[in-house]
């Protein structure tokens, strides 16, 4: 079967840094994809990787290793906005998303 | 340019009815998609319209139906509602070409079944 794993929950403190990782199993790999959703709200797209290596936005970075089956999702310099829902989403073979259970990011001051 | 658009944003029903949701997606954005999210369990894939076809389905029950109009606009149906059908129901938007995109979210519709 498809299997994303992502951490439940997470806590850090404002000002830090964060890293909040992915492990896939799926049939096939078109791209991983990072989205945020705070509560309440829709998910907003954060970045997507489909080759090995990190890419870097801002604040965000994302790293994938297609040979592990493993991503991460780097957050630097947290800000008390940032406390929100991180999930992690895979494109299978047939281009469907396949999507982890999401880790809640809790950010203490 | 306008976002995703649901509704309605809220619903209850009872056990046995049937429900239609709504979505408008982004102008120029062909492929709909809709999830189910539940506490705990993330983002279930129901289906995805393209050009008025369905062209990928989600492990759901046959209760479970939806089609695309040819203004891209999506409609989802569930019959014969059931007690564990109350969740946040998303539908999601994309250029849907063969790159892919990322997807841009509605703000949902909360159906509760009572």
């Known amino acids: 079967g498809q299997n994303i794993d992502q951490p439940t929950e997470m806590t850090a403190t404002e000002g830090a840094i964060v890293q909040i990782n992915c492990t896939y199993q799926?049939?096939?790999?078109?791209?991983l994809f990072w989205y945020q959703q705070h509560a309440g709200e829709a998910p907003t797209f954060l970045s997507y990787?489909?080759l090995d290596g990190l890419e870097e936005k801002g604040r965000f970075s994302s790293f994938l290793s297609r040979s592990k089956g493993y991503s991460y999702l780097l957050l630097k310099e947290l800000q008390m906005k940032d406390s929100a829902s991180y999930l992690c989403a895979v494109m299978d073979s047939n281009y469907q998303l396949i999507w982890g259970a999401g880790t809640k990011l809790i950010i203490k001051p | 340019k306008a976002g995703v658009t649901q509704t309605p944003r809220y619903l209850i029903k009872t056990r046995g009815q049937q429900v239609t949701l709504s979505c408008s997606p982004i102008s120029g954005h062909r492929s709909v998609s809709w999830y189910q999210q539940t506490p705990g369990q993330g983002l279930q894939f129901l289906f995805e319209y393209f050009s008025e076809t369905q062209r990928n389905k989600g492990n759901f029950p046959g209760r479970f139906s939806g089609r695309q109009f040819s203004n891209s606009r999506s409609e989802m149906n569930v019959s014969t509602l059931e007690l564990g059908d109350s969740a946040l129901y998303l539908c999601?938007?994309?250029?849907?070409?063969?790159?892919?995109?990322?997807?841009?979210f509605g703000p949902g519709t909360r159906l509760t079944v009572t």
């Open positions: 999601a938007s994309s250029l849907g070409e063969v790159e892919i995109h990322e997807q841009y």
């Open positions: 799926t049939s096939g790999f078109n791209g």
């Open positions: 990787n489909v």
